[in-house]
T-cell receptor
Framework: GENVEQHPSTLSVQEGDSAVIKCTYS??????FPWYKQELGKGPQLIID?????GEKKDQRIAVTLNKTAKHFSLHITETQPEDSAVYFC?????????????FGKGTMLLVSP | SQTIHQWPATLVQPVGSPLSLECTVE??????LYWYRQAAGRGLQLLFY??????ISSEVPQNLSASRPQDRQFILSSKKLLLSDSGFYLC???????????FGAGSRLTVL
């Protein structure tokens, strides 16, 4: 089955700096890669996703890049703000079943200091 | 628009007691439904998924069970809780055949 590794487990940055979270996956058939943000005591929320036919996708201060050859993808957050502090999860899926087959990384706790 | 409700938000139960967590989805029909457990430092673990009423698939053998008595209702149960059942439980839904998951707010279970 799919295996997703996520690094780092914790990341501390100063407000205004950039933050990068990296994930690798094992199944070359995976073609869908979402990122979720989980604030304390809440459920994860989808913030951006990318499919295998695209190498990069951007939405305001966040961007995701995908390297299918190397089987890794990354989340980039620019101009970080204290409200970006949360746990971020990456995930991967082949999308070949009739239900969601997402495999999640173990999460990265991002702390943005004012 | 679609919304997902999950309750209770917090639960403290003694070892050996029963459990019932409920999840409902509004604004859509025939959703795929999921129960995940989140333990500290271990990410999101899929416990059960359902593609229709009465259809339950288990991903991990455990002390828990799931039921789907109605199209948009998903219940997580246990007859006798163990200490190891403590954790944060998340309900989620997706459009059939799609990978995009929408999560509920979660239920924090503490077994003492």
């Amino acid at each position: 089955g799919e295996n997703v590794e996520q690094h780092p487990s914790t990341l501390s940055v100063q407000e205004g700096d950039s933050a990068v979270i990296k994930c690798t996956y094992s199944d070359s058939a995976s073609n869908y890669f979402p990122w979720y943000k989980q604030e304390l005591g809440k459920g994860p929320q989808l913030i951006i996703d990318i499919r295998s036919n695209v190498g990069e996708k951007k939405d305001q201060r966040i961007a995701v890049t995908l390297n299918k050859t190397a089987k890794h993808f990354s989340l980039h957050i620019t101009e970080t703000q204290p409200e970006d502090s949360a746990v971020y999860f990456c995930a991967a899926s082949t999308g070949t079943s009739g239900y969601s087959t997402l495999t999640f990384g173990k999460g990265t706790m991002l702390l943005v200091s004012p | 628009s679609q919304t997902i409700h999950q309750w209770p938000a917090t639960l403290v139960q003694p070892v050996g007691s029963p459990l019932s967590l409920e999840c409902t989805v509004e604004g859509t029909s025939n959703p795929n439904l999921y129960w995940y457990r989140q333990a500290a430092g271990r990410g999101l673990q899929l416990l059960f998924y359902s593609v229709g009423i009465g259809q339950i698939s288990s991903e991990v053998p455990q002390n828990l069970s799931a039921s789907r008595p109605q199209d948009r209702q998903f219940i997580l149960s246990s007859k006798k809780l163990l200490l190891s059942d403590s954790g944060f439980y998340l309900c989620a839904w997706s459009v059939p055949g799609a990978n995009v998951l929408t999560f509920g707010a979660g239920s924090r279970l503490t077994v003492l």
